[in-house]
């Protein structure tokens, strides 16, 4: 080890429209705006506040292909539980690991870790989580929550 690493400081993402792309992560996921560099078709965020952690936004134009990444946003349990419904009042797609629609959070048993998944609006897969106190399960992941807490796989 070269030096101890205490967390992820910042992630970027290449989108193809960067105000469209800013009001979503401004307006809808509600981070605030740090900077814009508007001769490099840039923004930052702060996550969730300054000097905590940073996110990128890179405008790459309007090339016909992409590519879809992921970022997860450590969130409180009662928030990721709240999200489901929130993210489909604001018209998007709650899912379980990016693929099926879910109604509530999702267990992720080998970690635990309660998780919502959606999209952003070029496609990158975002991800609300919270850490469980309980110890991880030898069950499948993508429990529904309500059955983690009925005690699946004890």
């Known amino acids: 080890m070269i030096v101890p690493i205490k967390g992820l400081y910042e992630a970027h993402l290449t989108v193809r429209d960067l105000d469209r792309s800013v009001a979503f992560y401004r307006d809808v996921l509600g981070l605030p705006l740090a900077h814009v560099v508007k001769d490099r078709n840039v923004a930052f965020f702060w996550v969730p506040a300054p000097e905590t952690a940073m996110l990128g936004l890179w405008g790459v134009?309007?090339?016909p292909m992409g590519m879809k990444l992921h970022i997860a946003f450590n969130?409180?349990?009662e928030d990721?539980?709240?999200?489901?419904?929130?993210?489909?009042?604001?018209?998007l797609?709650?899912?379980k690991n990016g693929e099926e629609p879910i109604d509530e959070p999702v267990v992720?048993?080998?970690m635990p870790?309660?998780?919502v998944y959606f999209d952003d609006p070029d496609g990158?897969?975002?991800e609300f989580i919270s850490m469980?106190?309980?110890?991880?399960?030898?069950?499948?992941?993508?429990?529904?929550?309500?059955?983690?807490?009925?005690?699946?796989?004890?």
């Open 61 to 63: 134009g309007s090339a």
């Open 132 to 154: 469980l106190p309980e110890e991880p399960r030898p069950i499948p992941s993508f429990l529904p929550l309500s059955e983690w807490r009925a005690g699946a796989g004890l």
């Open 124 to 126: 990158h897969s975002l």
């Open 93 to 95: 797609t709650p899912t």
């Open 80 to 91: 990721v539980e709240r999200s489901v419904a929130r993210l489909k009042a604001a018209g």
């Open 113 to 115: 870790a309660a998780s």
């Open 108 to 110: 992720l048993s080998w």
């Open 75 to 77: 969130v409180a349990l």
